[in-house]
């Protein structure tokens, strides 16, 4: 079985942070983590799910969509099997469901920015950002 669960989600007002974790578990999860990238997308109400941010299985490559550069930061903690995004300044527009993601990597380099490609999801948490 293999489980991403998200957490951290909630309503912040216009310029709060928030910090979503996704907690992988299973066993294919339980011996491998490391050989993941790891990515969030999010879907607003009306709108297609889009990328967010991926970092790859050793944490050396990472990728931002523009919307989020600067404002956004993804992590990933190897040991904990367990990936962040740290999101500050946040504005209405990020309100959506915040869904993370794993792709297996033969090796490391940036993960696909379009999610066709990649492997297991999470449920998604919401994140409400009021004006």
């Known amino acids: 079985q293999v489980q991403l669960v998200e957490s951290g989600g909630g309503l912040v007002q216009t310029g709060g942070s928030l910090r979503l974790s996704c907690a992988a578990s299973?066993?294919?999860?339980?011996?491998?983590?490391?050989?993941?990238?790891m990515g969030w997308f999010r879907q607003a109400p009306g709108k297609e799910r889009e990328f967010v941010a991926s970092?790859?299985?050793?944490?050396?490559?990472?990728d931002y969509a523009d919307s989020v550069k600067g404002r956004f930061t993804i992590s990933r903690e190897n040991a904990r099997n367990t990936v962040y995004l740290q999101m500050n300044s946040l504005m209405p527009e990020d309100t959506a469901v915040y869904y993370c993601?794993?792709?297996?990597?033969?090796?490391?380099?940036?993960?696909?920015?379009?999610?066709?490609?990649?492997?297991?999801w999470g449920q998604g948490t919401q994140v409400t950002v009021s004006s």
């Open positions: 993601a794993a792709d297996y990597q033969y090796s490391d380099y940036p993960a696909a920015q379009s999610d066709v490609s990649w492997d297991y």
């Open positions: 299973g066993r294919t999860f339980s011996r491998s983590f490391s050989r993941y990238a």
């Open positions: 970092i790859s299985r050793s944490g050396g490559s990472i």
